[in-house]
């Protein structure tokens, strides 16, 4: 038992509601259909299809700390050793053998495998301190500096994954292997929406710019075994912002209302014929359809945004498409009252000319990441919004290839994200590196690994990760699995 | 016993009661529980039963730390096993008939943190009160324990009698009227008869009725009208095309690789094999055969081998810096996981890391069924072989008709050719003479560098750049020729130890680019004057791919040319350019080349040799010089076939040449259909078979203990007679013993048929699965199935054949009430339609559907940019390239899946990515359904074309053209009110693109299709309106 829930489940055990065989007859929190469904709970339930109860019933496990999560989520693996954990120890073994005895035989892509120096790389960018915390980050990231004070980084993170594909799918599914449900369809689940015209769940992609981009997969906002509309709802920054949201016809919104109004009564003579309850849902989807055909050009339009937002944001943010951009819109959802906002950037995978490349991708996404934290906070969002930045695993210290133009391997041994927002403890850092950033000095007590992150993200919702759980193929299943604890050191 | 509402009120009274009383009797026990099955609407008898009450309550809340997995298990205490749980220590969990006395019930019960049961920390919510008088019931019943139901070979018991014996078609209806009668409920009337077309058309074949279909059932007064209806469906092609898609579910099939870039794989023969299987109906066992071990099979063909592609349909990883071997490992286990939850509805993965938490499997058990599948010579990383070239089954006349027509023109070639054959020897004989230029390497009189390198001419004649070595070059040179005619240049890259590799190019990887060979004359009178020669075409002994040497002849000095991988390959290469006309009186001019290398990177070539030929005959082919200069006796048959056919075009006689095109043509086509033959990835054994480990907690490099090949010890034993391979895991999953196999397949089929299986949890049979809604009858259904020789269509007939299938499936408000899912079979099914079947329903509608069997996937309608958003690697990723044409308007089941972007407008409807074994879809109901719907083009053009259908053969009036659409939409007639809201709908729309044809244009350009001109404008975008209705009613996406 961890000592960080014993209370809280003493508490909330009276009013959990397990998901037992009885069913408890409330509707499911569902991600599209959430209000639509208060009138028609039964008609809900089984839209989740034959065999699929509905999520989280009754009040949350915990007191919620925030109600929404932004994830910046940055493929391909920004360096920690060049981004949050400094490190001046390095100064003194740059060029050096990396000693056996810190590799500990660890294992090595087969990117790196047969090379036979591992000659250590110091930061190739200086770092300073920032803020009243003097949190030291490096020159790379100078808009960052400005957040300082609200950011938690956690330099202990540690993944199992060494490559990207697995690495990234463990970190958004709880799992190396396709098949899970993603972190925020488990959210759209369990919670639900908060928006009547917009889904609980949005995936910004970035429009990539590195020749080296990792590709994404479906998976990684799709809902596994969850019913299928707890899936992320892509918000796309080329052609119809959501999948057929516009009328290739050009109909004007009177045709449309006029087609929905004929299509409604059609379809409830329909069901006073037959009784069948999914017509009135299918009424319901068709309804919110029509109120998203105004609600997300409204939302995707930053016409409205005063000046003083793109001096904060950067120029950037007026190109759709753009880290700066998707940060925009992130907070715009979020206002809008979206659970669940996955942005990506993914052009950080450098294996080699990483001292030019990084600071290309870190320029891209510095000012947006800060810009974010300072608006969301100056529009008092931040204290109810949970907002992590990190990608998939770390990069060695150690150069691959040789001279000034290096890159670096995957390094899933230590690396460094940051949280900020409800419940964090911004200002701090947590866990430590060894003197080489290779290995994580108090991992057995503050390693930070990816299902404890995940436990902690659901914590922060309200939401005991150990009970979050959907029955498929006879077991109950977690974001999880059997693991995670909640990291309390991160926690304000 | 009587049961009604106000009964079941009354239970909810007594159950408050009940939890204040200590003592209660048994027959009140057996009352209480009768009503408290009467009210979950399933059961209605007076005793618990192990397997169907108490089972399902110990596996879920107890098991985990008190069942079969011994890591786990907390206190010694085994739940599963009946000895062990009455007589564990002093105070026994379960004391046989003495409930007071189990500590089971008291800790079930208690409030206390430290003694309860689930504990709270277990993340197990406690035991609801019916849970616990229920397990009081049975304890005080005596606690007997059965073995798992699911594990016991199925057993047919006689269809029971019933009251409404008239009401019984065929035996599954007395089960299902059985349990109804018990609770005093009914089934529904028999579907009208547009209701039952349109149903059992939409499920066998996955499309809707036409009206002409429609009509001819209507009409057909006959007494097996239906049964002839659904022989008709069963035998058609469409069947098997719609029996194939959830088993390409079930086989997780895909285009793509999977993973990372998720790049194309040719896989989709393998698809036409499961078609073709379907609709030969290939009885089920042999079905399995094939599919799990049909290259192990005695009488093994390309075709058995061919079905072993299943397997071979897993995620396949290309990403660069994996481990081979966990990769490997994964696929392995992918095969066990899915093998089990398609045969068996096992959950076998479990076992990977543990012993199962809920069923009979030791995790050592896992690991002996993956012995079966870890003997594949396969790799992680890119393991794509074993593979073959097999034709589709559903394509496998293209070659016969192409094999008899090469036959007939070879012997036309013979018949002209005469007796002794053709004279090739003679022929040959001839080359000499005739054929064989005569190089003749030449000095250059003067070269320039404009690069700036040193150009010295070296002993044999060549020339070497040397010194600086500038990003792009151009070398000069001049030639005098002492020749009275050259009719081509040939230029030799000579490997030289001065550059990076030893090879023969100045590029920094050793390679070169020539993006330009152009060559020139000028008369010794006028020295400064030089024309370009024309170059007719030129020959490489090597180009790189996408850097052919004609790309140096191109007339372009750009980035492209000839390049020879001498970045990985260090020989010397040779290219013969040949001019279009000879250069005449060579000797009295100044020959000039001029080579360009204008790619960058310093790639150009090293050292260099030039020659002219001395006369007019053109020089044979680089490759016919190879050829003849090797002795006949060690030519290649190839070799000779090349040479022979080069021979006869040089010197046969017209007539002969004509009948030896024929041939040729009729081989290059042959060629192309061979070449289309995709290599199709199947199953193989090593000769030297893996060893197979325990792996410690799954991880590819924790092996432990060595395992061979077996079953779990909780099912039947493997066959007698057979290799311990997976034709002996093949058999043995249909033994007709086996107590999962058919009763599995059989309860797929069903919950396709009724959209819920008679076990609900269709991938789960294991003690954590939902007991079965009718246990006699899907044990009966399985049985009948084995004994009808596993006959698939057969066991679809005799369901749909009975009573409980024809019913109306109209919902009464107390039917949804009490039984929203229908598990107790009161009426008809109905359900939203799947998403291919909805795509293709409104091709169908629009007459545009394109019904051709098999062959590569299809690229219909896309979202632009859709693939390249999420995947945009350069050079590796892929563009979506919309098809053209018929393809845009083939059946949903043959287009292009990419796993990691599947089809969009079916990812929308429910259909999963097929990453992972998918036996059960979810059926969601989402407005972005609605946005495909109103949207996509592929159903905004299919409304364009329904339209032109009304109008055209809908008759004159606006009320025959709208019900006309209608009946194809949902098969009936409208009624009076849906009629008159139709059409004013159209004729508000008609009156609003009158007065504004740019909207009607607007509407009526989407999608490829040509409109019908002849179709009045307004009419045709009105009626289009109405069309797009009618394709959003609920009841187009809907069987009922």
Redesign the interface.
Known sequence: ?QPI?EHD??IN?RY?F?K???GIGVAALA???AKEASGQQ?SL????????DPGLTGPTHFPPKVKRVIYLCQSGAPSHIDTFDYKPSLEKLDGQELPASVRMGQ?L???TAGQKSFAVAKSFMPFQQHGQSGQWISDMMPHHGKIADDICIVKSMHTEA????PAITFFQTGHQ???RPSLGSWVSYGLGSESENLPAYAVL?D??SD???Q?????LW??GF????HQG?KL?????P??????????SLD?KR??LD??S???E???Q???????Q???A??E??YR?QMSVPELTDTSDEPESTFDLYGEDAKVPGTHAANCLLARRLSERGVRFVQVYHRGWDHHGGLPTRHPKIAKEVDQGSSALIQDLKQRGLLKDTLVIWGGEFGRTVYKQGSGNNFGR??HPRCFSIWMAGGGIKGGTSYGETDDFAYNIVDRDTRGVHVHDLNATIMYLLGM?H??L?Y??????Y?LTDVHGKVVKGVLS | MPFDDSGRMEFHDKLSHLKMSVMISRFQFSLFVLFLFSECGLFAQDTPQFNRDIRAILSDRCYTCHGPDSAAREADLRLDDRDIATSNGDTPAIVPGKPAESELLKRVRSNDELIQMPPPDSGKAPLSEKQIILLEAWIKNGAEYDDHWAFISPKQADAPTVQHQDHVRNPIDAFVLKKLEKQGLKQSPQADPRTLIRRVSLDLTGLPPTPAEIDAFLKDQSKNAYEKLVDRLLSSNRYGEHMAKPWLDAARYADTNGYQYDLEREQWVWRDWVIWAFNQNMPFDEFTRQQIAGDLLPNANDLTRLATGFHRNHPITIEGGVIDEEYRTEYVVDRVVTTSTVWMGMTMLCGRCHDHKYDPISQKEFYQLSAFFNRVPERGLNGFDPRRKIESPLQSDRLQEIDKRLAAVKQQLQQVAGAEGLPFAKWESLVKADEQANWDVTVPTEMKSAGGATLTVQDDQSVLASGKNPVTEEYIVDLKADANAISAIRLEAIKDPSTVNGGTGRGSNGNYVMTEFIVETASLEKPGQFDQVAISSAEADYSQKNYEVNKAIDGNIDKSGWAVDGNTITDSRTAVFIMAEPIKNAGEKIIRVKMSFQFGLSHQIARFRLAVTKGEATPLTLAIQKIFETPIEKRSPQQKLQFNDWLLRKYASPEIRQAADAVTVVEKERQTIVNSIPSTMIMAEQTQPRTTHVLYRGEYDQKRDVVDSGVPAALPNLPDGVPNNRLALAEWLVKPDHPLTSRVFVNRVWQRLFGVGIVKTSEDFGSQGDWPSHPELLDWLAVEFVEMNWDIKALQKLIVMSGTYRQSSVVTPEQQANDPENRLLSRGPRRRLDAEVVRDSALLASGLLVEKLGGPSVFPYHPKGLWQEINNRPGLSRTYKQDTGENLYRRSLYTFWKRTVPPPSMATFDAPEREFCVVRRSRTNTPLQAFVMLHDPQFVEAARKLAERMLNNGGTSVDGQIAHGFEIITSRRPNEQELKLLKETYQKRLLQYQQNSADATSLLSVGDSPRDESLDLSQHAAMTSVARLLMNLSEFMTLN
Do not use: C, W
């Open positions: 038992m829930t489940l003493a055990r959990f397990g037992s065989a009885t991600s599209l259909l039964k339930a089984t839209s989740n299809g034959p065999g699929y294992r892509t087969g990117m060494i490559n990207h594909d292997q396709p098949g992609l429009k990539n020749t080296q981009a590709p994404l997969y479906s998976r799709g809902s969850l019913p299928s509309n709802v796309r920054s080329v052609g119809d959501v999948l057929y949201l516009n009328d290739p016809t050009n109909a045709d006029q087609l004929s299509l009564q059609l379809n003579l329909r069901q014929e037959v009784g069948d309850p999914e017509i849902t299918r009424i989807a068709y919110m359809s998203m391997d995957h005991n150990e009970r759980t029955r498929f193929q006879g077991r109950d977690r």
